[in-house]
């Protein structure tokens, strides 16, 4: 996979069918001098279990890099931030030219949203087949 979406890492568990990365994800302001005085800066710690193949010789603590393909990365974003926009544009546009007053609109496009994430998150073990991270040793 020539272009890939990857996140540096540090191996925090492994067995013999997956290993456990800590991604440390940082906002852009968080590498400041002032991102301690200000508050808006912020960091956070995401763990992403990913299946290995073969025999492993990761250590605890290792560096490394946790790789999706690039087509995929742009299928989440698509689903997660493209799909519900456009839902909500859809609703917000649409319903008040069938009769619905503002705060019925408002309230059914949030409920549209809110319907299409709960469709997404029954689905979650259907779509993460077509996601498969790797790890790449730094």
């Known amino acids: 996979m020539a272009e890939a979406v990857s996140h540096k890492g540090r191996i925090i568990a492994f067995n013999n069918e ?5 991604i440390v994800s940082e906002s852009a302001c968080a590498s400041c001098h002032a991102a301690g005085l200000c508050g808006v800066s912020e960091i956070k710690k995401k763990i992403v279990d990913v299946p290995v193949r073969g025999v492993t010789d990761y250590q605890i603590g290792q560096e490394v890099e946790v790789c ?3 087509k995929a990365g742009m299928k989440a974003v698509l689903l997660s931030y493209a799909l519900p926009a456009l839902i909500l544009l859809i609703l917000i546009l649409s319903l008040p030219k069938i009769g619905f007053g503002e705060l019925a609109t408002g309230g059914l496009s949030i409920l549209g949203v809110a319907a299409y994430y709960l469709v997404l998150f029954l689905c979650r073990d259907h779509l993460a087949e077509g996601y498969e991270f790797y790890i790449r040793k730094r």
């Open 18 to 22: 997956s290993v456990s990365v800590e």
């Open 68 to 70: 999706l393909a690039r």
